[in-house]
């Protein structure tokens, strides 16, 4: 697992990127509905504001 370094800051803004190693592949549009899910499994949990993404 990778050691990322964060800057904890209240009401920081981060940028996430997310890429699939294979970019040929069109599971992040195929299956979504999977990502959303998991968006939202994680704000329960972990209470965060997303002003934009991309897929």
Do not use: W
Request: net charge positive; glycine share 4%.
């Amino acid at each position: 697992m990778s050691n990322y370094r964060r800057v904890r800051v209240e009401g920081g803004c981060y940028f996430f990127t997310l890429a699939l190693a294979n970019r040929k592949l069109h599971l992040l549009i195929d299956h979504i509905e999977y990502l959303r899910q998991a968006f939202r499994k994680v704000m329960r949990a972990h209470p965060f504001k997303i002003d934009a993404a991309v897929i």
